[in-house]
């Protein structure tokens, strides 16, 4: 529902003045959800057969690891404005379980008759064998990164494992808002800070670890990878970086920022890794950089200034982001194994056709499906309504939240 706009001049939205939910956040997912299929569907599927093509494929690894930055930051930003003054704890856990749960079984299900019947290689990794049931009950119940061992952190939709990251933050929610709400103003800065350099701490220390590389395209050894980008606590700090952000848009302390000059923050981050060990490829380096541009976009549709993310077309991709997050790679492992053929290479155009020509609509088809028929029944059906109005405490200014993460 949209409300009357405010009136000219007015800096800040108030309560029960704007719209319920900040729409360029929700714009903004589809553009991260495209950077996370591109990898996949371009350097882990094994196209191309030119050698300059797969590395060019290769370097697009790090736009994928940026985007799973940006959707942590972005589900504490969301969650954290989106959250009432009393927070019931079990009904918050209840609606996020039926959130995600009932879409990601439903893909698994998928997934789990292509792998059991023709091997681990199904996957387009770098494996073969039967699927083991230990690692397939991982993954359906989002276990899969609590240890780093190939096979759990590998099986059935590899994805999945940002969700076994989502769970912990679910979990834990409740007890960081208490904690985030507690923090004096003139202090929110120093914990952002603080938090950012907790979260560059991680990829330092998982330094400390050595092995094998995961995988070709991967120069990380799993032990590396594992610690700084799949284990749930590491992604800890960013997400906790959303909730002060949450807090600092909301109490009016962000400062507009003009997006021609941040919007290159991420791609800068990216050219610095030439010179970084490649762990830091992965994980929360990204973080700030990420976090600027989703704070300047949640304040700038608190003011309802422009935004080119807010048009009709991103939010309608945008809410059926996770959908397609889900849902892509499975799609492209059928496609590759049953259009395409197994271990079938091609030239550099011919490749990029099988992408953008059949993978990517494809995935486009099923996450809409998925959406329709899936995700948004199960929300509507399991959820018990709408939240009540967003706020912090008291001295906190209101200004209504976006769209669930």
């Known amino acids: 529902m949209l409300h009357p706009s405010p009136a000219r001049g007015s800096s800040m ?26 990898p996949h569907a371009l350097s882990v599927s094994g196209v191309f ?30 969650l954290t404005w989106s959250a009432p003054t009393r927070l019931d704890a079990n009904a918050f856990r209840r609606r996020r379980l039926v959130r995600i749960f009932p879409a990601h079984l439903t893909v698994w299900t998928l997934a789990v008759p292509l792998i059991a019947g023709y091997g681990i290689s199904a996957q387009m990794l770098t494996v073969s064998g039967p699927l083991k049931p230990g690692p397939a009950l991982a993954d359906l119940f989002l276990l899969q990164a609590c240890y780093p061992r190939y096979d759990l952190m590998t099986a059935v939709n590899p994805v999945t494992w940002s969700l076994a990251c989502e769970l912990l933050f679910y979990l834990a929610f409740p007890l960081l808002l208490t904690l985030v709400r507690r923090i004096p103003r003139h202090r929110l800065w120093h914990c952002t800070a603080l938090t950012t350099g907790i979260g560059l701490s991680v990829p330092c220390l998982a330094l400390l670890l050595d092995g094998p590389d995961f995988m070709p395209s991967v120069p990380v050894s799993l032990e590396q990878l594992w610690a700084a980008y799949m284990f749930p606590p590491s992604r800890l700090p960013e997400f906790v970086l959303g909730m002060l952000l949450a807090r600092i848009v909301m109490e009016g302390m962000w400062r507009p920022l003009r997006l021609r000059w941040i919007l290159p923050l991420p791609f800068t981050a990216i050219a610095t890794l030439a010179v970084l060990p490649p762990v830091f490829a992965f994980g929360p380096y990204f973080a700030a950089p990420v976090a600027v541009i989703i704070a300047e976009l949640a304040s700038r549709d608190a003011r309802r200034a422009p935004s080119p993310l807010r048009g009709r077309a991103l939010v309608f991709l945008g809410d059926r982001a996770f959908a397609f997050y889900l849902v892509h790679y499975v799609v492209i492992m059928y496609t590759r194994h049953f259009v395409l053929g197994p271990g079938t290479r091609y030239g550099t155009w011919a490749g990029l056709g099988w992408v953008f020509l059949a993978f990517l609509p494809l995935s486009c088809a099923a996450a809409w499906l998925l959406h329709r028929y899936v995700e948004k029944p199960a929300v509507d059906r399991f959820s018990t309504g709408r939240l009540p109005h967003p706020g912090l405490h008291r001295r906190t200014r209101q200004v209504p939240g976006p769209p669930p993460a």
């Open 49 to 78: 057969a030119g050698s300059a093509a797969r590395k060019a494929a290769d370097a697009t690894i790090p736009l994928a690891t940026s985007s799973v930055t940006l959707f942590f930051v972005l589900s504490g930003l969301v």
């Open 13 to 38: 939205s108030t309560p029960g003045s704007s719209p319920d939910r900040i729409r360029s956040l929700t714009g903004i997912r589809a553009f991260a959800a495209l950077a996370v299929f591109l």
